[in-house]
């Protein structure tokens, strides 16, 4: 880059220090051709921050001319030693270096230039009359390139440290950065990190919401399905032998008790958080069984194999298919018809086969809005649901008058095996 960006303040810094240094040769010196060198010098040591190479060119062109005219050096000559600081300092690396090229190139030329060429600042004698003077003239020539190499090559080093402490500190200042930005990056990680922590929170939230209507769903559902059925059984028995009624009324009773008591645990977990109460299992299938025959439903209850062990969690998805398919059959199928209830356990896996005969419509089938009867987690949905989250598969089927409901739900067994191939 030949002209490098400068504040407006050193390029006023830069132009002064050139007009001070040209009004002071003018005043040491009145000759015209000193004037014509100070000018030069004056313009490179104006231009030496702008364009270094520019300067260093300007400042070789003048002495050159300097030492062709044969005129003594004088005050103008210091803005070399300020040009090689800055050649230096500022210059590129390529240039930094043919800066010091130059001061010895230059102090080579300037020692011959004052010991052969012009030896007035001196004065000493070049006469040859022995080899005591040409040890004399050598030690002068020594001490002259010495002198000019010191003079030239001391503010070249000083632009040097100059440079070195330069990038030092933008070196330093990108560190600076570095860290800041590996400071902000650590905390944009940590942020996503707490982001996705409070994403996962809030799904697991909503899936124990899920969870919660699902169970709310079946408990209202089955409970109610049972007063209505008991309710309706003792209007009728109340015509034959009211006697019959307490029964009815007793089943009412312990049926809405128990819902009271499962909805206030569920409305309960669903306020705060806090542990899962017990939950349905297995061995509570026999009290559902009694509570629906109570309620009218003829249930062939069989076992097929040897049962396998289930998971808790398994478990309560077999309860709760089972609850609510014997709750449909109340709702929609034919209470007088037997309800065959089947668990075919095998080693991988329990089939369950719940089947009824469906009820003859006597109305039309009133249509739902999406999302009102077949919203996620409640119903068909809900059980085909609760069967995937367990690991198998439920699937229904409605022909010749007939409705089965096929849920496969896997073995620990097979999970075992599983585990242990991998």
């Known amino acids: 880059m030949l002209f490098r960006r400068l504040a407006p303040y050193q390029l006023v810094v830069d132009a002064a220090s050139g007009v001070l240094l040209f009004g002071a040769a003018l005043l040491i010196s009145n000759d015209s051709f000193t004037g014509v060198v100070a000018l030069g010098l004056a313009v490179a040591l104006a231009v030496r921050r702008l364009s270094p190479s520019l300067a260093l060119s300007i400042a070789w062109v003048v002495a050159i001319g300097e030492m062709l005219a044969r005129t003594t050096p004088d005050v103008s000559n210091i803005a070399i030693c300020v040009i090689l600081y800055t050649v230096a300092a500022y210059g590129t690396d390529r240039l930094k270096w043919l800066g010091l090229v130059s001061l010895v190139v230059g102090a080579a030329v300037g020692t011959f230039y004052l010991t052969f060429v012009q030896t007035t600042i001196f004065g000493v004698s070049y006469d040859v009359s022995g080899i005591t003077d040409v040890v004399r003239i050598m030690l002068q020539v020594g001490i002259t390139f010495l002198g000019l190499l010191a003079l030239l090559g001391l ?26 930005e590996t400071i902000r990056a650590e905390g944009d990680a940590a942020r996503a990190e707490r982001e996705a922590a409070r994403a996962e929170r809030d799904i697991a939230v909503e899936q124990e919401r899920n969870r919660i209507a699902r169970d709310m769903h079946d408990v209202v559902a089955h409970s109610l399905a049972v007063v209505i059925a008991q309710a309706d059984g003792a209007r009728y028995a109340a015509k034959v032998d009211p006697t019959s009624v307490d029964d009815a009324l007793t089943t009412i009773a312990s049926t809405a008790r128990e819902a009271l008591g499962d909805v206030r645990v569920l409305l309960g977990q669903l306020r705060h958080s806090q542990g899962e109460a017990p939950q ?36 309560l998805a077999v309860f709760r298919i089972v609850q609510e398919s014997l709750t449909n059959v109340l709702r929609h199928g034919a209470v007088d018809e037997v309800v065959e209830l089947v668990f075919d356990w095998r080693y991988e896996s329990l089939h369950l086969l719940i089947g009824n005969v469906v009820r003859p419509l006597t109305r039309p089938v009133p249509t739902t809005t999406p999302g009102e009867e077949r919203r996620g987690g409640h119903g068909l949905d809900g059980m085909r649901e609760r069967a995937t989250l367990a690991g198998g598969s439920l699937t229904t089927q409605n022909a010749d008058g007939r409705f089965v409901v096929h849920a496969i739900v896997p073995t620990s067994a097979l999970t075992q095996e599983v585990g242990l191939a991998r």
């Open 155 to 180: 503010p070249w080093a000083g632009g040097l440290l100059a440079r070195s402490r330069s990038a030092e500190r933008t070196s330093r200042e990108a560190r600076l950065v570095a860290e800041r």
């Open 280 to 315: 349905p299992a297995l061995g509570d299938l026999d009290k559902l069984l009694e509570q629906m025959r109570a309620s009218g439903l003829r249930i062939d209850h069989r076992v097929v194999g040897e049962p396998q062990q289930l998971g808790t969690n398994r478990q």
